[in-house]
């Protein structure tokens, strides 16, 4: 048997920086495409990549619970307790969000009453989930822009949990994560 790793697995460290520059461009391209004044073409330019790049986060989360799953982790550092139950809660909660994002974006687009096709890339077409239906749509619109929110809460918390870990355990916590 393999003696416990210090880092995280390459596949794992590749796939947790490439997901979170895609997640946080991807809350501030909803943010964008929906506050924003833009032309019609803008908007709908604007919405196929969100859709499109939304679609690629979903792939990537399948890869990286593969990568996660097949792969040891390191031990636990830092204090015990309460600190310790709350990054693993932030980070469950954050698995939970990285699925319910571009699912609960998938059926919004299935229910718009528009009903424009969801195209990734322009490569082939996402089926659709539900049939549209206004009231459906309006609600799974408030769910999605309330977990996106909820992400970036979730993110201060745990930026703030890997700059304590760094600047005050000085646990070397970054380099478990990084290059
Ligand atoms: C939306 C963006 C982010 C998400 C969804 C996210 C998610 C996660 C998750 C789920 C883990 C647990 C390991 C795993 O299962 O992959 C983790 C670990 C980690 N994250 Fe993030 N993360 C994000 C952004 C960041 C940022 C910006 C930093 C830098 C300050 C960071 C630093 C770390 C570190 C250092 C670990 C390793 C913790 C340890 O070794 O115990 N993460 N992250
Ligand atoms: C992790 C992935 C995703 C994140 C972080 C995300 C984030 C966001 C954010 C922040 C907004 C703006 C909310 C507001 O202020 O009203 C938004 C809107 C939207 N998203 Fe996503 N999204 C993701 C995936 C997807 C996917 C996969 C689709 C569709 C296939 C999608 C479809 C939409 C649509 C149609 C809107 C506009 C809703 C409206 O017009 O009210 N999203 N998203």
Do not use: C, N
């Not at 307790?81 to 909660?93: E, I, S």
């Not at 994002?101 to 299935?110: D, E, K, N, R």
């Amino acid at each position: 048997m393999s003696a416990t790793p210090r880092r995280w697995s390459g596949p794992v460290r590749l796939i947790h920086w490439a997901m979170a520059v895609l997640l946080v461009g991807l809350v501030a391209l909803g943010w964008i495409m929906t506050h924003g004044r833009f032309d019609l073409g803008t908007t709908f330019t604007y919405y196929q990549w969100h859709k499109s790049f939304g679609v690629v986060a979903l792939g990537l989360l399948a890869a990286r619970l593969g990568f996660r799953l097949a792969s040891r982790r390191p031990p636990d550092i830092g204090p015990a307790g309460w600190q310790r139950h709350a990054a693993h809660g932030v980070h469950l909660a954050f698995y939970g969000l990285m699925l319910a994002l571009p699912i609960s974006g998938w059926l919004m687009a299935s229910a718009s009453p528009l009903h424009l096709p969801t195209r990734p890339f322009d490569a082939f077409t996402l089926p659709d989930l539900v049939s549209p239906d206004m009231g459906v749509f309006t609600a799974l619109s408030w769910v999605h822009a309330l977990l996106a929110y909820g992400l970036l809460g979730l993110l201060a918390l745990h930026v703030a949990g890997a700059l304590k870990h760094q600047f005050v355990e000085s646990d070397g916590v970054l380099r478990r994560m990084g290059f």
